[in-house]
Each structure stands twice: as structure tokens, then as C-alpha cells.
């Protein structure tokens, strides 16, 4: 078998743990830390908001670390630090030490070993034609792992309480990071491969590989090339709005259905219910994404996505939850495109190093707007309404900047590179 499909269920089960032990358990957490340190709902919505302050530090470092050394040295050392800062918040009852452990060493070994960054630069490495499906299959681990997961720790938290629950996590975390970390590889050419898995063929005394890796091999961008770009701002902008109002929903999520109505232990059940029907919806966008206009699946989940905050004000009771359950699916499960489009634009050798500077900009937008969201809420006596209206066209914008953005075939190629010597 072709060792890039190894990769990506490595990557898969990685997903798999941060998406259910770390990223979707935010919602949650939430509460129960609010209640817990007796914070206001601002205070806490800046605790989880930090964390992307880091990420926008951290991002043009690991950038290049990871396009020079590969992914796998970061999961492993990043995971450990994820893991052990989980064990010490079981044993801290202080609002600004809680800030500390949370934002200095879950959210930064997070960063480096568990999100996006690393895993998806190490798909890009091992796929070109098929990376689109690729980062689908591999990101719905994130989604699965939430499926699956969330059941437990919701259970958990109702039961043992919130820090035993992040001891345990945090301890099968460090564990299971390393044997998972070492199974990432570099990249094909490291093991004598071609992405894909594609066979060279020799004519003419001159290796060629399929038009899609010929096309891939091709359009290897610099970071300076890249940025020189209109489509890279275009992207840019579009995923940084969109993806800083998505992260303010996920986290005030259950909030938001408990102020529509719902108790907190089934709202809870819902965002895994949101979870689930992500993942068919990722793997079709994923798969749709190899032979259709992926601006064009990145525009529908945006409006989707709008449409979701829309039907919460309008509609009452549990329809309007229903209703905004299943939207917000659709967008949830084809907002990977977006870094699939990354990869079609400008390849795969400075992916890594383009992936870290969008991250800084992505976690500004993810640290500022859930903090606006719980400031909102705390001066609106308990409302979302103002919160979720600033959404609808945020989202709107954000999906016409995709459209704008076209197909890559509209992106020039870069500039030959002059051989050595």
C-alpha cells in the first residue's frame, strides 16, 4: 500500500484526539470552568480565546520548521506538552494560573502537534491530485473523534467533573502521541516515492508522472511568490473571517441552545449530533473537491453558514435548533476545502511556511470573536441575538471572497527555478 495513505491515518487517529479530547470539548468545558472559578462569561471566553494568540505567534515558526525537518517531530514534542498541561489543570483552582497552563502549554503543544498546521502540511506532502479527499478524510477524524468522544466527556463532567476528566485525557494523550507521531514520514520523495503513489514512467530517458503531478510539481510557490498574489489575499481574508465567527459559534454553542430554550446536558448531545452529520458531508465535499470548482463548495458553506444564524433568530424551540444543527454541518464539513485550495494554488514546498503566516491571521480572528461574543452576552443580559446578527454577514462576506477567488488555473505560474551551479 502506498505509504501516504498510512500517513493519513495517522493523521486521522491525531484528528481523532484533538478533535474529541481538546478542540470540540471547548463547548463543553465552558461552562462548567465558568461556574467552577466563578467567572463572568467574557473572562472565560478569554481563556479559550488566548490560545489563538499563541497560534498566531507560534504559526510563522513552526512554518518553516515544518517544511525543513516534516510534521513528525512536532506531533510527538507537541502532543507530550498538550497532555501534561491537561494533567495540571486537574490541580488548578486560579484564574490567572488556570490562563497560564491553559494558553502556555495545552494551547502551544496544541498548536504545534495536534492542529491543523502540521497535519495538513503532512497530507500536502504525500498528495497532490487527490488531496482535496485527502484533508477530508483525514480531518474528519477531528469530527469522528467528537462523535465519539464528546458522549464521554459530557458524561464525564456531569459525573467525575471536569478535572478528572482532563487528568485521564491528558495522560492517554502523551501516551498514544508517540507511536501515532513516528508513523508520519517527511514525504514520498524522502522514501523514494512520488506523491499520489504515482509510478514515474520513463520516455525518452526523462521520468514523467501523471498531468496532475506534472501540474503539482509545478506550481511550487515561494512565500514571497505567493503573497505577490491577489488569490492569496482573497483566500487569505475569506478564511480568517469565516473561520473567526465559526470559532466563536463552536464555543458558545451549547450557550447559545441553552439561552434558545435547552438544557445543558442535551445541548451538549447536539453539538455531537453536529459532529456526525460533518463527517458525510466533509468526505462529500472532499470528493467533490477533486473534480469540481472548489471556491464554489467553500462559497454554499459559507451561505450555509449564515443561513444557520438566521434560522436560530427567527425560528423558535427545538426547530430553530434543528435547523441550525444541520446548517451549520454543511459549512462545518466543507471549511477544510479551504486549505485543500491553499495546496492547489501554490504546491507543496513552502506549505508549511504559507499555512503559518494564515495561521497567525486566523487565530486573531478566532481569539477576538468569542470574546465579542461573551462580551455581547454579558452587557445584553444573556442574549445572542446582536451576536449572531454580526454573524450573518460575516459569514455572506466571506463566502463572496472565495467566489472572487476562481479556480487556480487563473493563478500564473511562479517564476522556473535556475538549476544549482
Do not use: C
Request: hydrophobic share 50%; charged share 10%.
Amino acid at each position: 500500500m502506498y505509504y501516504g495513505w498510512w500517513v493519513l491515518i495517522s493523521t486521522f487517529l491525531i484528528w481523532f484526539l484533538a478533535g474529541g479530547l481538546f478542540h470540540h470539548s471547548a463547548a463543553i468545558f465552558f461552562g462548567p470552568i465558568r461556574k467552577d472559578l466563578s467567572l463572568s462569561s467574557t473572562q472565560a471566553s478569554i481563556i479559550f480565546s488566548m490560545q489563538r494568540a499563541e497560534g498566531s505567534i507560534t504559526g510563522p515558526i513552526v512554518g518553516p520548521i515544518v517544511d525543513r525537518f516534516g510534521a513528525r517531530p512536532l506531533i510527538i514534542v507537541g502532543g507530550i506538552a498538550a497532555g501534561l498541561g491537561y494533567i495540571g489543570l486537574h490541580w488548578t483552582h486560579s484564574y490567572w494560573l488556570f490562563m497560564l497552563i491553559f494558553v502556555g502549554v495545552v494551547a502551544t503543544g496544541k498548536s504545534i502537534g495536534l492542529g491543523g498546521h502540521p497535519l495538513m502540511t503532512a497530507i500536502n506532502r504525500w498528495f497532490v491530485r487527490r488531496l482535496s479527499l485527502a484533508l477530508a478524510i483525514s480531518s474528519t477524524g477531528g469530527s469522528i473523534g467528537g462523535v465519539l468522544l464528546l458522549p464521554l466527556i459530557i458524561l464525564g463532567v456531569h459525573t467525575v467533573g471536569w478535572r478528572d476528566v482532563m487528568l485521564y485525557s491528558g495522560i492517554f494523550t502523551a501516551i498514544a502521541i508517540v507511536p501515532l507521531g513516528m508513523m508520519v514520514r517527511p514525504s514520498p520523495e524522502s522514501m523514494g516515492l512520488q506523491p499520489d503513489g504515482i509510478v514515474p514512467v520513463t520516455t525518452g530517458g526523462e521520468a514523467q508522472g501523471s498531468d496532475a503531478l506534472a501540474q503539482g510539481s509545478n506550481r511550487d510557490y515561494s512565500v514571497m511568490e505567493a503573497i505577490r498574489t491577489k488569490v492569496w489575499w482573497l483566500l487569505l481574508m475569506a478564511t480568517t473571517i469565516g473561520i473567526g465567527a465559526s470559532a466563536a459559534v463552536q464555543l458558545h454553542s451549547v450557550e447559545i441552545m441553552v439561552w434558545k430554550g435547552m438544557d445543558e446536558k442535551t445541548a451538549g448531545f447536539m453539538v455531537t449530533l453536529l459532529l456526525l452529520l460533518s463527517i458525510p458531508v466533509r468526505i462529500g465535499a472532499g470528493a467533490l473537491g477533486v473534480r469540481y470548482p472548489i471556491h464554489l463548495i467553500l462559497l454554499a458553506g459559507r451561505i450555509a453558514a449564515a443561513l444557520a444564524m438566521i434560522s436560530m433568530l427567527l425560528l423558535d424551540g427545538t426547530l430553530a435548533i434543528v435547523v441550525y444543527i444541520v446548517l451549520l454541518a454543511v459549512e462545518n464539513g466543507g471549511g477544510t476545502l479551504a486549505f485543500a485550495a491553499m495546496g492547489n494554488f501554490f504546491g507543496r514546498k513552502s506549505y508549511g511556511s504559507l499555512m503559518g503566516y494564515m495561521a497567525s491571521a486566523i487565530n486573531v480572528g478566532m481569539m477576538l470573536s468569542p470574546i465579542y461574543a461573551g462580551r455581547i452576552v454579558d452587557t445584553h443580559d444573556g442574549s445572542y441575538t446582536l451576536v449572531l446578527w454580526t454573524f450573518v454577514p460575516i459569514y455572506i462576506g466571506a463566502g463572496l471572497l472565495f467566489f472572487l477567488m476562481g479556480r487556480p488555473t487563473r493563478l500564473p505560474p511562479p517564476r522556473p527555478r535556475r538549476a544549482a551551479g
